[in-house]
């Protein structure tokens, strides 16, 4: 006899519950098992959120802090912070329907759940505020590139529109602001073949087949800043694309913290500091929608730093 499906978790505060499955093992408990696992979480702060209620079974019921462990099932547990620094910068809405919800978001938002940030996120934020649960991001934005980001509202209708990004029918345009380079011939595609790096979260450019593209063409020059305005089109969706594409042509982004040189992180007891944002904007995003047959076309109201605000020249 077919079990019949659970019903989705509610989220809490934003927040979606977390998955974790239980495999075979020599934990005798489920809190011997989440303190090994998960060790970022303390066992005493495990025994609280299962004391609490916070963490279930696969059927939604509460786990208590002595429950034996059973492998070959799922736990739940919602993610949350002791603390998160608050990320001053607000997220715009410039489109929604029953079907989709366009999001403009500002440099620095995180999109989903991850590391120091959990209430910080655009997907979290907007649950919040809309209070749709099933929200999902269909597609990638860097938490240091600004601008716009797709989220599909019913979860039978998500693949269709993740599709779009699957077969890039998605227009999607960026600006930004990066060195000029007198020898660069613009416009020009730049195709290459990119695969992570050695170096923890960058990619590289290596020999073999091109799996990535990028139409690169020049806005505006500034000589005498040394400065350019892009406009930056992408056909393929690599991990750090543009900012990889750009970098290897010898005009990495401005305020780029991975290109050419990774920078350290901030620490996670001080606030990051807002004053030098990547200088990358996703500024267009044009598609054909799969449910309505409608044409759409949405466009960033926010900016980069152009004319470039340079500090004046030392008297």
Same mark, same amino acid.
């Given at each position: @006899?077919?079990?019949?499906?659970? =019903?989705?978790?509610?989220?809490?505060?934003?927040?979606?519950?977390?998955?974790?499955?239980?495999?075979?093992?020599?934990?005798?408990?489920?809190?011997?098992?989440?303190?090994?696992?998960?060790?970022?979480?303390? =066992?005493?702060?495990?025994?609280?959120? @299962?004391?609490?209620?916070?963490?279930?079974?696969?059927?939604?019921?509460?786990?208590?802090?002595?429950?034996?462990?059973?492998?070959?099932?799922?736990?739940?547990?919602?993610? /949350?912070?002791?603390f998160?620094?608050?990320?001053?910068?607000?997220e715009?809405?410039?489109?929604?329907?029953?079907?989709?919800?366009?999001?403009?978001?500002?440099?620095?938002?995180?999109?989903?759940?991850?590391?120091r940030?959990?209430?910080?996120?655009?997907?979290?934020?907007?649950?919040?505020?809309?209070?749709?649960?099933?929200?999902?991001?269909?597609?990638?934005?860097?938490?240091?590139?600004?601008?716009?980001?797709?989220?599909?509202?019913?979860?039978?209708?998500?693949?269709?529109?993740?599709?779009?990004?699957?077969?890039?029918?998605?227009r999607?345009?960026?600006?930004?602001?990066?060195?000029?380079?007198?020898?660069?011939?613009?416009?020009?595609?730049?195709r290459?073949?990119?695969?992570?790096?050695?170096?923890?979260?960058? @990619?590289?450019?290596?020999?073999?087949? =091109?799996?990535?593209?990028?139409?690169?063409?020049?806005?505006e020059?500034?000589?005498?800043?040394?400065?350019?305005?892009?406009?930056?089109?992408?056909?393929?969706g690599?991990?750090?694309?543009?900012?990889?594409?750009?970098h290897?042509?010898?005009?990495?982004?401005?305020?780029?913290?991975?290109?050419?040189?990774?920078q350290?992180?901030?620490?996670?007891? /001080?606030?990051?500091?807002?004053?030098?944002?990547?200088?990358?904007? /996703?500024r267009?995003?044009?598609f054909?929608? =799969?449910v309505?047959?409608?044409?759409?076309?949405?466009?960033?109201r926010?900016?980069?730093?152009?004319?470039?605000?340079?500090?004046?020249?030392?008297?």
């Open positions: @006899m077919t079990r019949p499906a659970r =019903p989705p978790l509610p989220t809490r505060d934003g927040v979606g519950a977390s998955s974790v499955a239980l495999p075979s093992g020599p934990w005798s408990t489920v809190l011997d098992f989440l303190a090994q696992r998960l060790p970022a979480i303390s =066992p005493t702060e495990w025994a609280e959120r @299962m004391h609490a209620g916070d963490v279930l079974d696969d059927d939604g019921l509460p786990v208590p802090h002595d429950a034996p462990y059973r492998p070959q099932t799922r736990l739940h547990y919602w993610r /949350a912070l002791p998160e620094h608050p990320i001053p910068f607000q715009d809405i410039v489109f929604m329907d029953e079907h989709l919800v366009i999001a403009d978001k500002p440099h620095f938002l995180p999109i989903t759940p991850k590391g940030y959990v209430q910080e996120t655009l997907l979290v934020r907007l649950k919040r505020r809309l209070g749709i649960d099933t929200l999902v991001p269909i597609h990638r934005l860097d938490r240091e590139t600004a601008g716009l980001i797709a989220f599909t509202v019913h979860p039978h209708e998500r693949n269709v529109y993740q599709a779009l990004f699957r077969e890039r029918a998605v999607k345009v960026y600006e930004a602001v990066a060195p000029l380079r007198a020898d660069l011939a613009l416009p020009l595609t730049h290459s073949r990119l695969l992570e790096s050695a170096h923890f979260m960058a @990619m590289e450019e290596v020999p073999g087949e =091109p799996n990535s593209e990028t139409l690169i063409e020049l806005i020059g500034r000589p005498d800043e040394g400065l350019g305005l892009y406009r930056l089109s992408p056909h393929t690599k991990r750090h694309q543009l900012r990889a594409h750009m290897a042509l010898g005009i990495p982004l401005v305020n780029d913290r991975i290109y050419p040189v990774l350290a992180a901030d620490p996670l007891d /001080a606030p990051p500091d807002w004053r030098q944002p990547l200088q990358l904007l /996703a267009h995003l044009a054909d929608d =799969p309505t047959g409608q044409p759409r076309s949405f466009t960033s926010r900016s980069l730093d152009w004319p470039p605000n340079l500090p004046p020249d030392p008297v």
